[in-house]
């Protein structure tokens, strides 16, 4: 589809007018506030926005404004955080509250520039802060906006590089009313009509635009990206409980599920025989197995094996009232592992 200016502002028209009916109702939507919107833009990276949607409204309450989170502990922010996965993403959020308190008056800042200084903020994050919560004339590409893009000039079925959709998108935000509506528009479209693998073309607002459904090539553009075999890992995480108390460790900020609390855990890259567990944990005698799940991650897919021991471990272990742990950050898999003695929330 060649790209001209009359054709993009009709798509853009086409697009605010079908968002403003049928944009989903989500809790930042509704307070609509730059903070509220960058808290947002973190939390649902590479995340359901469904899930995203439960955990926002508790970590606006807590973090109203960028000092409250300056100011509070980083355990408060990953405590909040439990169950969005990638908890990188939480540390960041941190830094940047800070940052926006020291370099920009504690307010959002409202350019991609200014916004592109703050720690974990990407262009795709930029871009839609800059357009959605500051209605400035700039794109965004995340991949449902490209998807969309794709499919409307019917290109992409042999891969298109990024600077081709960057150009489209800007070409369409050039040409709407509303770079806020557009924005929001397009993603939405990716993300509850243009999907990926079932694209519902009958409820789409800019089918008369679209090349792809003219050619009947939907499912074939844009070129899926080629996807990697997953790395596989098996962790074994043994339960010392005593007294009340139970033995708990804290993972470094720089590895996976960096600052969470967990069950002393070994990870391996093959699977270990029980002596091999015991004698890591030097304890001496039998560990008792509890049971085996697996949990998967986009990058690599991990055996758990969860035992508890019914010996003393001769290392020196961290002891935690169990009525503490609702006080500390645990990601999923390791709430899962707790679960086994019903000491998860
Ligand atoms: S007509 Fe179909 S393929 Fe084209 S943009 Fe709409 S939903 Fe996507």
Sequence with gaps: ????????????????????????????????????????????????????????????????????????????????????????????????SEQICSEFGGEVPQTVEELLRLKGVGKYTAGAIASIAFNNRVPIVDGNVHRVVCRLANEGSKGV??????????????????????????????????????????ACPVQSNCEAF???????????????????????????????????????QTELWGGMWQVPTIESIRKLTQKEVSSHFKVQGKLLKLGSFKHTLTHKS?????????HESAEQLKWFDVDSLSELPFANAQKKVLSYKELAD
């Design 1 to 96: 589809m060649p790209s001209n200016a009359s054709n993009d502002a009709n798509i853009a028209a086409a697009i605010e007018k079908w968002f403003q009916g049928a944009a989903r109702e989500l809790p930042w939507r509704a307070e609509d506030s730059p903070w509220g919107r960058l808290l947002s833009e973190f939390m649902a990276q590479q995340t359901q926005i469904e899930r995203v949607a439960e955990k926002w409204t508790a970590m606006v309450d807590r973090f109203p404004a960028p000092i409250s989170m300056a100011e509070a502990d980083l355990n408060d922010v990953m405590l909040l955080w439990q169950g969005l996965g990638y908890y990188r993403r939480a540390r960041y959020l941190k830094e940047a």
């Design 161 to 202: 590089n990024d600077a081709w959709t960057w150009d489209r998108a800007t070409n369409l935000v050039e040409q709407c009313s509303s770079p806020s509506l557009l924005n929001e528009g397009l993603m939405e479209l990716g993300a509850t009509v243009c999907m990926s693998k079932n694209p519902k073309c009958h």
């Design 214 to 252: 003219k050619n009947e090539t939907q499912l074939d553009v844009p070129k899926p990206k080629a996807t990697k075999s997953k790395q596989v890992e098996f962790h074994y995480a043994v339960l010392f409980c005593k007294q009340g108390k139970i033995a708990l460790e804290h993972r470094s």
């Design 302 to 310: 991990i055996e758990f094996h969860v035992f508890e021991s019914p």
